[in-house]
């Protein structure tokens, strides 16, 4: 089976840019994207295709996907930003990471 | 622009079968992917399968044996069943759909649509 790893936890001051990174066997050589979900909410697509930015979602939003790691970048980081972020990839079936918590301090 | 919506029993008997609905508005069901992906309580997320309006699936290897995901498009409507369920299988439930690239290799699926999703509890 094909696994994504992310670090359980991230943080980041206000104003600050947070890196959250996800790890997989080869990953570049995928397509990488980013959920964000809030406690109680649905999960929200944030970046597709590796970084590509879905309408409406803020162009502090960015990403980047080569060798084995795929990385989520918050430029700017707001409170609003806190929340757990998931990778995702395609490997003839769909992988979600374990979810990675922004604290914004 | 496009909703969805799950539905069904939140309270779900041990070796019992879960079944849940999605109802797909503001749009139709046969142009897209669509999946459901589950949320155990205090956990990440786990994909389920999907299904095509063609009726082509894809299931999760872990859960294939006990997965069936079908489709009717007269309702705009897509299904998932669980059998033979236990306490692990308590989650909530989201359905979703997906988008789909194609190289010239391999084509790729993200899910950029969520509905709020449902929760389902397997106890008795």
């Known amino acids: 089976s094909y696994d994504l790893t992310q670090p359980p936890s991230v943080s980041v001051s206000p104003g600050q840019t947070a890196s959250i990174t996800c790890s997989g066997d080869k990953l570049g050589n995928k397509y990488a994207c980013w959920y964000q979900q809030k406690p109680g909410q649905s999960p929200v697509l944030v970046i597709y295709q590796d970084n590509k930015r879905p309408s409406g979602i803020p162009e502090r939003f960015s990403g980047s996907n080569s060798g084995n790691t795929a990385t989520l970048t918050i430029s700017g980081t707001q409170a609003m930003d806190e929340a757990v972020y998931y990778c995702?990839?395609?490997?003839?079936?769909?992988?979600f990471g374990g979810g990675t918590k922004l604290t914004v301090l | 622009q496009v909703q969805l919506q799950e539905s069904g029993p939140g309270l779900v008997k041990p070796s019992e079968t879960l079944s849940l609905t999605c109802t797909v508005s503001g749009g139709s069901i046969s142009t897209f992917y669509w999946s459901w992906i589950r949320q155990p309580p205090g956990k990440g997320l786990e994909w389920i399968g999907y299904?095509?309006?063609?009726?082509?699936?894809n299931y999760n290897p872990s859960l294939k044996s006990r997965v069936t995901i079908s489709i009717d498009t007269s309702k705009n409507q897509f299904s998932l069943k669980l059998n033979s369920v236990t306490a692990a299988d308590t989650a909530v439930y989201y359905c979703?759909?997906?988008?789909?690239?194609?190289?010239?290799?391999?084509?790729?699926?993200?899910?950029?649509?969520w509905g709020q999703g449902t929760t389902v509890t397997v106890s008795s």
């Open positions: 979703a759909r997906d988008q789909r690239f194609c190289s010239s290799t391999t084509c790729y699926f993200w899910e950029d649509v």
């Open positions: 299904v095509y309006h063609s009726g082509t699936t």
């Open positions: 995702q990839a395609w490997d003839s079936y769909t992988v």
